[in-house]
């Protein structure tokens, strides 16, 4: 019979060191695997809409007050809307906007006339339109829409009216709470399309009665 020769051991101490490095390893690791999925998110989230930080929030000026804008959903009156445009949302974002409560697959049309710069489906706003007017001033941004207005495309001129898709809950809006959520920038001093001052919706289509 050949006797099986066995290395030497190493104590038992000093296994249970070296099981305990590998395990803060693997759970190092992992702690680092989710930090860097939290930071893509909120990089995602970022990209999906339009800055919500801004510095300077602008009261809308006399000249967008005098075109009469459309108002975004169909069928909905303004004074039923509450302004949330200061609300908070999360730690460090201002809401910015005003969200329009409708039935999912109310119309959304176009305040003004113009052109839609762009068309996307991603991040917070899910499917959303960029729209500037025809002076290229004004931005007007529509989130969480159901689906696009049939061959809406990017670079398409649109009228005041124009149905541009329809309210739903795609991004982060909640499943059972369907709304358009809308916002109005200003885009002036060769600032980027997005990300200039905020104008208050709510303001244009509520105002105080002298």
Same mark, same amino acid.
């Given at each position: ?11 038992r101490?000093?296994a249970? /060191?070296?099981?305990r490095?590998a ?15 939290? #930071?893509?998110l ?6 999906g809409?339009?800055?919500e930080t801004?510095?300077?929030?602008l009261?809308?000026?006399?000249e967008?007050l ?5 108002f ?6 303004p004074? /039923?809307?509450a302004?949330?445009f200061?609300d ?5 974002? #201002?809401?910015n ?5 409708a ?9 003004? /006339? ?7 489906? /991603?991040?917070a ?7 500037l007017?025809?002076?290229?001033r004004?931005?007007f941004?529509?989130a ?15 009228r ?13 809006a ?8 809308f ?6 001093g060769?600032q980027?399309?997005?990300?200039g ?9 509520n105002?105080?009665?002298?």
């Open positions: 019979m050949i006797a099986r020769v066995q290395g030497p051991r190493p104590p101490g000093k249970r /060191s070296l099981q490095t395990l803060l390893g693997m759970l190092m690791g992992a702690a680092l695997f989710v930090a860097a999925v939290v #930071v893509q909120v990089l995602r989230d970022r990209a809409r339009p800055a801004a510095t300077a929030i009261q809308p000026p006399a967008l005098a075109r009469d804008l459309a975004p959903v169909r069928g909905i009156e004074a /039923s809307i302004d949330s200061t908070a949302r999360g730690a460090t974002r #201002v809401h906007a005003m969200d329009i409560i039935a999912r697959g109310t119309a959304v049309v176009a305040v003004d /006339s113009g052109t839609v710069s762009r068309v996307g489906n /991603s991040g706003g899910g499917i959303t339109v960029y729209q007017d025809e002076a290229g004004y931005g941004y529509y969480h829409l159901d689906r696009l207005a049939a061959g809406l495309a990017e670079g398409q001129a649109v005041r009216g124009d149905v541009l898709g329809y309210v739903g809950t795609t991004g982060n909640p499943a059972s709470a369907p709304h358009l959520h916002a109005i920038y200003e885009v002036a060769g980027a399309r997005w990300g001052r905020p104008i208050n919706p709510y303001a244009i289509w105002r105080p009665v002298d």
